[in-house]
C-alpha cells in the first residue's frame, strides 16, 4: 500500500512540512517486516529524518507506518525558514522570489518582516519566512547548526551547496561633474590601492584622488576585496547607497560598487591596458567578458534539505524566478542574445590589434561568418592549464543542452566560434581554436546523448582574429581564449 495524497491544499501542505521533533517514533515497513525507532528530526513531506542506533537515517514516507506521539499531522504543518547574510540582496531580493515561488503553486505570498506563505483555500500560514542580518562568519555557523535554512550573498561560503542567483557588475564611480572620460583596468587598480594618489597621474587634473569604499561587513565587500584587493585608506560606509551618495557629492571621490547601486554618481567608463572597452552589459556580463562579475549566491547546508527548500532551489532556474531576479536589479541567468551587427567595437578592436600573423583574409571570413547572425550570452572557457571545462561553462553547457531539446533554437542554425589569445604563432592558435570548439561540441553530444548530429551546433574557428582583451595580462589572455555561442536563421527555415 502506498501513501497518496489528494487536494491541491494538502499537496502543498506537504511540500511546505517540516518538523523539528526530538521525540520517539516507530517506523514501520508496510510489509511488516522492518521496524525502526528513534526520535524524529524533521519531516519534510515526502522523507522522515530519524536519529537511530543505527545513526541518522532518511526514510522514505512512503515505505512506512510512522506511530508515535511525534508523527506529523499530514494535513496542515508549517514550516519556518529563516534566510541570514548581509543587508541588502536579500531585502531587495527575496520578496520577489518567494512571492513568485507562491504564485508558481497556487498560493499566496504575504509581505511582511516575517512573511507568509498562505493557503487560499484554508486561510492558514503554510511556511513563515523571515530575513536575518548577520555576517558571513556567524551566518555559515548559523546554516551548518540547523538554525538559518540558507544564506544569501556575494560570496561561496564553505561547507555549502552554493547557487549562482544573479550576478552583478562591479564598476568604477565617480561624480556626475567629474569629466575624466575612462581608466584602465591598470589605473584603476592602483588608484584603489593608493599607489596613485592624483587624478593627474592619469592625465586628469592636479586633483587628489579621494577614495571611497565600502564597510568590511557591507554585502559587496567581499566581491570587491577578491577582485581589487586590499583599498587604500579612506572614507568607508556601512552600505552601498551610502557610497554612491556620497561619491556622488565629491567631484574628486572613486570608488568600486555594484553597477545597481550607483544610485546619482556616473559609471567610469573603463578599458584594459590596450585600449579594449571592458563593457558592464548584460550579455558581456553573462558571457564572463566583462571581467569585474560578481556571482550573488544562495548558499544552503549540504545535508538532506526539507522538499520546501528543494523545490525552492529547482524554481531559481526558471524564468519567472529570473524575471524577480531582474526588477531587483541584478543581471539575470536567463539566455540573452546581441546581433552581431552590434559588435563593431569587437571588430574595430580585432582590425587595431590584429598582428602581422592575421591577414585580411582572416578578418573577412571572420566578418563573413558574423552575417545575419546574433551572439548568444552561453561563452564556454576551460579551467586554467587543461582541457576540462571550468564550473560556469557546465552550466552553460547543460542548459545549452535543455534548451535544444525543448526546441529553443527551431529554425536556427548554432555555431561554435573557437578563439585564441594571440601568444605564439598564428596557425598553432588557430588550430588551439578549433580543438577547443570541437571539444565543447563533445562535452554536449556527452551531456546530451540523445541530441542528433543535425541538432549540436557546428564547429568554426578563428584563432587570434577577435581578440576582446589585452594578452599582456592573465586576466586578458582567458578573456581571449573563448568558445563563443552564435546563431544565424537556417536556411529553410519557415518565415
Excluded at 144 to 152: D, G, Q, T, Y
Excluded at 228 to 248: C, I, M, Q, S, Y
Aim: hydrophobic share 50%; aromatic share 6%; with cysteine.
Amino acid at each position: 500500500m502506498r501513501l497518496i495524497f489528494r487536494g491541491a491544499a494538502v499537496f502543498a501542505a506537504l511540500l511546505l512540512a517540516q518538523m523539528a521533533l526530538a521525540q520517539d517514533v516507530t517506523l514501520t515497513a508496510r510489509d511488516g517486516g522492518l521496524a525502526l525507532n528513534g526520535q524524529l528530526i524533521s519531516f519534510d513531506g515526502a522523507f522522515y529524518r530519524v536519529e537511530t542506533a543505527y545513526g541518522g537515517l532518511t526514510v522514505d514516507a512512503e515505505a512506512v507506518i510512522c506511530a508515535g506521539p511525534a508523527c506529523p499531522d499530514l494535513t496542515a504543518p508549517l514550516v519556518r525558514i529563516t534566510v541570514v547574510g548581509p543587508s541588502g540582496p536579500a531585502e531587495r531580493l527575496l520578496p520577489g522570489l518567494f512571492a513568485g515561488f507562491a504564485a508558481a503553486r497556487g498560493l499566496d505570498y504575504v509581505a511582511g518582516e516575517v512573511a507568509e506563505i498562505r493557503d487560499p483555500d484554508l486561510g492558514q500560514p503554510l511556511a513563515l519566512i523571515r530575513f536575518l542580518p548577520m555576517a558571513s562568519d556567524a551566518a555559515l555557523a548559523a546554516v551548518l547548526n540547523r538554525e538559518a535554512s540558507m544564506f544569501i550573498g556575494f560570496e561561496a561560503l564553505p561547507k555549502l551547496r552554493n547557487t549562482v542567483v544573479g550576478l552583478e557588475a562591479l564598476v568604477p564611480i565617480v561624480a556626475a561633474d567629474n569629466r575624466f572620460p575612462a581608466i584602465s583596468s591598470s589605473d584603476l587598480a592602483a588608484a584603489l590601492s593608493g599607489k596613485a594618489t592624483n587624478w593627474r597621474a592619469f592625465g586628469g587634473p592636479d586633483m587628489p584622488i579621494v577614495v571611497h569604499a565600502l564597510a568590511g561587513d557591507a554585502a559587496l565587500a567581499p566581491a570587491i576585496r577578491a577582485r581589487a584587493g586590499d583599498l587604500a585608506k579612506g572614507l568607508r560606509h556601512a552600505t552601498a547607497p551610502e557610497l554612491a551618495a556620497a561619491v556622488a557629492r565629491d567631484p574628486w571621490a572613486l570608488a568600486l560598487t555594484g553597477q545597481s547601486e550607483q544610485g546619482a554618481a556616473r559609471a567610469l567608463t573603463l578599458t584594459d591596458s590596450c585600449g579594449f572597452p571592458m563593457l558592464a552589459t548584460p550579455l558581456t556580463i553573462k558571457a564572463e567578458d566583462y571581467p569585474l562579475a560578481a556571482p550573488l549566491f544562495l548558499g544552503v547546508a549540504r545535508h538532506r534539505q526539507p522538499l520546501l527548500i528543494r523545490e525552492f532551489l529547482e524554481y531559481l532556474a526558471t524564468n519567472t524566478a529570473q524575471s524577480a531576479v531582474a526588477a531587483a536589479g541584478y543581471i539575470d541567468k536567463r539566455l540573452g542574445a546581441a546581433p552581431l551587427t552590434d559588435d563593431g567595437q569587437r571588430l574595430l578592436g580585432a582590425i587595431r590589434n590584429a598582428g602581422n600573423e592575421v591577414p585580411l583574409a582572416a578578418l573577412q571570413r571572420l566578418a563573413a561568418a558574423m552575417a545575419g547572425g546574433q551572439r548568444l550570452s552561453m561563452t564556454f572557457r576551460f579551467q586554467d592549464g587543461s582541457a576540462q571545462l571550468d564550473a560556469h561553462s557546465r552550466e552553460n553547457l547543460a542548459d545549452l543542452a535543455r534548451h535544444i531539446a525543448a526546441g529553443r533554437f527551431k529554425g536556427e542554425d548554432l555555431l561554435f566560434a573557437g578563439f585564441s589569445d594571440g601568444t605564439g604563432a598564428a596557425n598553432v592558435n588557430l588550430a588551439l581554436s578549433k580543438d577547443r570548439a570541437e571539444a565543447v561540441r563533445a562535452a554536449l553530444h556527452s551531456e546530451a546523448p540523445d541530441l542528433t548530429d543535425a541538432q549540436l551546433p557546428k564547429i568554426q574557428a578563428f584563432g587570434e582574429a577577435l581578440p576582446m582583451a589585452c594578452d599582456t595580462t592573465a586576466t586578458g589572455r582567458r578573456i581571449n581564449r573563448r568558445v563563443e555561442l552564435w546563431s544565424h536563421p537556417a536556411p529553410d527555415a519557415e518565415p
